[in-house]
């Protein structure tokens, strides 16, 4: 038996190793999307597929998002987190290898769904799992979830770098090796004790979407991250028909990033509660939609674009933040589940009438965008103190 000095020293070797597996599997999770976000569809024209098919193909993610995913998180919490990350990164690799050797339309799109299914429950069965390892080893959300948006960069810049070198046809397999590389990373990570329901509990799927709380802090996560649609969509568009050349375009997005990354780093040291967070990120969101509305100049958008550290990543943290003191750890898989489809609701259905308004009034886009992220700024505002009582309650065990 361990002495009780060496106790203390055993817990951190476990901790760091826990955060070091963590992140290799976050940047490789992430550095994937970062190969599939701006390369899927180009690879998709390359062999020959149709606009009109691609598009519907392109819809795929989104609907599995509040249709299959909550399922696959629910069934997860049931047996276990880590096993269900190494089932659905395999699932994933073998997915897109498979998607890889299909060229006809309706192929690519069943191979796509079957693979979606797995794929897009990763990202909230991560966040879920991370949460785990924050209560059990008292790390820190922020510092754990910078490797995926640092990969994210390094996989975008890579494959963008390779499109000179290889045929577009071929980049299905750049893709499918990064997503092997997360498989081969899921295998290394740690198994976490499953917390157990307290006695009072209510196990039931519907206790969450019951919860004003929990409600709030979807409902407001979802706004403000649904905010970003049509900057997602025609950031890159706009910017290219006023002018900017190829390389300021990437410089732009790469500084939202990096000051996101920054965010993530940085949160340690964050004292404000976690509903505030999501208020300054929300308010920041309006801010930096505003005055993107305006068509600014290069110098004042490269500012601007230092938003998304808060817009995005300060959001981020606050949300998660909020998650693990409202959620029990036995329901948190359901609880990124309702998260993940709440957020792909929004997001799927502020894509289609965003685009409507961009197509009408082009910039003035933005006004809707920073009207969203203001109405969730809003219903975090007046939810908080309810967010602190309940934190309160568990931390003294009253509930």
Known sequence: MPSESEIPIAYQAASRRFATRLALFYGATFGMIGTHLPFFTVWLKAVGIEAWWIGVIGAVPALTRFTI?????????KYSLRGALT????????????IGTQYLPVAVLLAYAVTCCLWTPIVPLTDAYALGGV?????????????GSAAFVVGALVCGLLVDFIAASQLIWVIAAVAALGAVASLGLQPLDRPMPPSTAVLGASALLRDPGFLAIIGAAALIQGSHAAYYAFASITWQASGLDGLTIAGLWVLGVLAEIVVFALSPRFKLAPALLVVIGG?????????????PSVAVLSVVQLAHGLSYGLTQVGVMGLLVRHVPGHVMARGQGYLAACGGIVSGTASVVLGLVYASYGQRV????????????????LARHRLVAFSSEVGTGSR
Do not use: C, D, H, K
């Open 366 to 381: 933005y006004y809707v965008m920073a009207a969203m992220a203001l109405m969730a700024a809003i219903v975090m505002w």
């Open 87 to 98: 089932v659905t990164a395999l699932a994933t690799a073998l997915g897109f290898a498979v």
């Open 283 to 295: 308010l920041s969101a309006v801010a930096r939609w505003l005055i993107t509305a305006q068509e």
């Open 135 to 147: 209560a059990r080893y008292g790390l820190n959300y922020g510092p754990l979830r910078l490797w």
């Open 69 to 77: 995913l909550p399922f696959v998180t629910s069934a997860a919490e």
